[in-house]
């Protein structure tokens, strides 16, 4: 690892373009500089099918760090796509956020890892565009699988993460439903390519960003970190790091709590920073 540095960056709105892909040409460099050690990751809100079809031109060799997957609820090397990390909630835990979400009238996806390693997002119903548009387009351009259930409480298997994209104020409604249960993190943003929608998640309180860059810290061995990203949730991965790089369209509060914008783009900036380090 060049220095000990471990470079970590989010997907959406802070590496990708706003079609969710990598910008043309930037596969082959980062390539190019992880062929000369240099460490990269990624810390993203999505799950191994969606970043794996994203990241499909990256090149993960055997002793590639993990990548943080849901905002640090699962880290997963890449290579074998086995987790290497996980935050479950537990069983009394996940029913009580059930309960709170049926009696608010919340129609969340919830994910839950059904023996041990496949991931299956629930639902009950679809409410608005905005969640019908999540599914299809992570149907049918990730082949993720959906379930459609009777009851929120049918969910099977061992309760992760969940997810509501709705209204800011139907979204606040559901943060505040779970003010009292005890165990858990939550985080709420707008969406950075469709402003008016916003997501709450709300995940273990052991899994975060931040927790995403303590564990890969840890994994890796790195002395420094540094990472980017552009939106609310990326804050804590911003605490947790050495130092954090905002990027040119991120929100206000971002560029506020980043030591450094990425004028040129993620790749450019590592790229830089390679040349003046001497790597």
């Known amino acids: 690892m060049k220095s000990k540095t471990l470079f970590v960056s989010d997907l959406d709105g802070t590496l990708l373009t706003p079609q969710a892909t990598l910008r043309a040409g930037d596969a082959d460099r980062i390539n190019a500089l992880t062929a000369r050690g240099i460490q990269i990751t990624y810390a993203t809100a999505r799950t191994i099918e969606s970043a794996g079809k994203i990241l499909s031109d990256i090149r993960f060799a055997s002793d590639a760090p993990p990548v943080s997957l849901m905002n640090g609820v699962l880290a997963c090397d890449m290579a074998s796509r086995h987790y290497v990390d996980s935050a479950k ?9 059930l309960r709170c979400m049926s009696e608010s009238g919340s129609c969340p996806f919830i994910y839950a890892l059904t023996d041990g390693e496949r991931l299956m997002t629930h639902y009950t119903d679809i409410r608005n565009p905005a969640m019908q548009a999540f ?5 049918v351009r990730y082949g993720k699988p959906f379930r459609k259930i009777d009851n929120i409480m049918d969910v099977e298997g ?6 509501i994209i709705a209204p800011e104020e139907d979204v606040l409604r559901a943060y505040h439903s779970v003010d ?14 469709a402003p008016g929608t916003w997501y709450l998640e709300i995940f273990d309180e052991k899994a975060s960003k ?12 790195a002395e420094r ?3 980017f990203g552009d939106n609310r949730n990326d804050l804590p991965m911003f605490e947790a790091a050495d130092f954090a790089v905002a990027v040119p369209n991120a929100v206000q509060e971002a560029k506020d709590a980043a030591d450094d914008i990425a004028a040129d783009g993620v790749v450019a900036y590592i790229e830089q920073y390679a040349e003046k380090m001497g790597w």
Do not use: P, Q, W
């Open 89 to 97: 909630f537990s069983t009394g835990c996940a029913a009580e956020i």
């Open 210 to 221: 931040k927790h995403a860059v303590e564990f890969l810290r840890a994994y890796t061995g």
């Open 225 to 227: 970190v540094i990472c």
């Open 158 to 163: 061992d309760v992760i993460y969940f997810c």
């Open 180 to 193: 009292n249960v005890a165990g858990i993190k939550r985080t709420y943003y707008e969406d950075s390519y």
């Open 135 to 139: 599914m299809d387009e992570r149907k």
